[in-house]
Nanobody, 124 residues
Framework: QVQLVESGGGLVQAGGSLRLSCAASGRTVSSYTMAWFRQAPGKEREFVATINWSSNTHYTDSVKGRFTISRDNAKNTVYLQMNSLKSEDTAVYYC??????????????????WGQGTQVTVSS
């Protein structure tokens, strides 16, 4: 089993930055595909970014150029650096882990493990 714990959320003004962290425990996740999803009030959970075992990354179009996903295998941790935040980025952000690189990185059903989420609120 893998446990994921997110941190780093909070309240920030539009244009500001936040860095989310996802600390994994239970197993080493260096070979896992890791991802961030988010869910805004009244909306479905959506894919944000992913990074695989070789540090290949993918982003949803709305965050390209503003968000950066990275991983530190020595710390068993994944990060999401969020810059130039907009009010529409307000959501609960979830970390997810997939043991294999299935290629379905944008689909939440591809991920076996999830964190509890961290709230990000961007004020305009």
């Amino acid at each position: 089993q893998v446990q994921l714990v997110e941190s780093g959320g909070g309240l920030v003004q539009a244009g500001g930055s936040l860095r989310l962290s996802c600390a994994a425990s239970g197993r080493t996740v260096s070979s896992y595909t890791m991802a961030w999803f988010r869910q805004a009030p009244g909306k479905e959970r959506e894919f944000v970014a992913t990074i695989n075992w070789s540090s290949n990354t993918h982003y949803t179009d709305s965050v390209k150029g503003r968000f950066t996903i990275s991983r530190d295998n020595a710390k068993n941790t994944v990060y999401l650096q969020m810059n130039s935040l907009k009010s529409e980025d307000t959501a609960v952000y979830y970390c997810a882990a997939e043991p294999e690189d299935s290629g379905n990185y944008y689909r939440d059903y591809a991920y076996d493990y999830w964190g509890q989420g961290t709230q990000v609120t961007v004020s305009s």
